[in-house]
């Protein structure tokens, strides 16, 4: 079975930073197309951004030149560092494969 446990999430000021973790398991994150999402109460779910094989990435345009996708194919994890953080990127981020099945995501909350 493929999941996923994030991590990372947390307060941080408006302008500040963020790193957040997406350990797998049950597949090899060098090998798969991975994604982060986001989910504010109310709202749909956000694609944010995604790492393909290769290593090309996409990103939302609301997050275009804010946020990085990578990973760490040893620790068979992809990361999302998060800078120039907004009020409106406060939401639940999961991360995911199309395989996966959804994990519990972590909260991160952008306030001064």
């Known amino acids: 079975q493929v999941q996923f446990e994030e991590s990372g999430g947390g307060l941080v000021q408006p302008g500040g930073s963020l790193r957040l973790s997406c350990v797998a398991s049950?597949?090899?994150?060098?090998?798969?197309?991975v994604s982060w999402y986001r989910q504010d109460p109310g709202k749909q779910r956000e694609l944010v951004a995604s790492?393909?094989?290769?290593?090309?990435?996409y990103y939302a345009d609301s997050v275009k030149g804010r946020f990085t996708i990578s990973r760490d194919n040893a620790k068979n994890t992809v990361y999302l560092q998060m800078n120039s953080l907004k009020p409106e990127d406060t939401a639940v981020y999961y991360c995911?494969?199309?395989?996966?099945?959804w994990g519990q995501g972590t909260q991160v909350t952008v306030s001064s």
């Open positions: 790492i393909f094989l290769g290593g090309r990435t």
């Open positions: 995911h494969e199309i395989t996966a099945s």
């Open positions: 049950g597949i090899e994150v060098s090998l798969r197309s």
